[in-house]
Nanobody
C-alpha cells in the first residue's frame, strides 16, 4: 500500500505561481513507482498533467503545461512537487497526485494504482 497526501493548493491570480506537494508513505515507497499529477477541471474529465520516475531521472509533461509547470521529486523525503508558474484561469481544477507500480502508460489515469485526496487550485482572471 502507498498513501499519498497532497498540499499546496489555493487561490491565485492569473500569472501567479503555486507549488503543490505530494508526500508518499507506505512500505513500498522504495520501489520503482511512477508518480503523476492529474487534474479535473469543473465539469470535465480528469486529465494528465505531469509524471516522474521514482528516481526523478525521467519526467513527462502535458503539452498544455510545458514551459509553465515542472514536476520534481525529492528522494530523501519521498515527496513529489509540481511547480506551477504563469498560471491561467483554465488551470483551475482539483489536482490529484497518483502512483503506479509499473512503467508505461504514464498519461493514462486508469493505469494508476493509488490516489491522493486532491487539492483545489483556483486561478482568478
Amino acid at each position: 500500500q502507498v498513501q499519498l497526501v497532497e498540499s499546496g493548493g489555493g487561490l491565485v491570480q492569473a500569472g501567479g505561481s503555486l507549488r503543490l506537494s505530494c508526500a508518499a508513505s507506505g512500505r513500498r515507497t522504495n520501489t520503482g513507482y511512477i508518480m503523476g499529477w492529474f487534474r479535473q477541471p469543473p465539469g470535465k474529465e480528469r486529465e494528465f498533467v505531469a509524471a516522474s520516475s521514482w528516481t526523478g531521472s525521467s519526467s513527462w509533461h502535458a503539452d498544455s503545461v510545458k514551459g509553465r509547470f515542472t514536476i520534481s521529486k525529492d528522494n530523501a523525503s519521498n515527496t513529489v512537487y509540481l511547480q506551477m508558474n504563469s498560471l491561467k484561469p483554465e488551470d483551475t481544477a482539483v489536482y490529484y497526485c497518483a502512483a503506479k507500480s509499473n512503467a508505461g502508460f504514464v498519461t493514462v489515469s486508469r493505469r494508476y494504482d493509488y490516489w491522493g485526496q486532491g487539492t483545489q487550485v483556483t486561478v482568478s482572471s
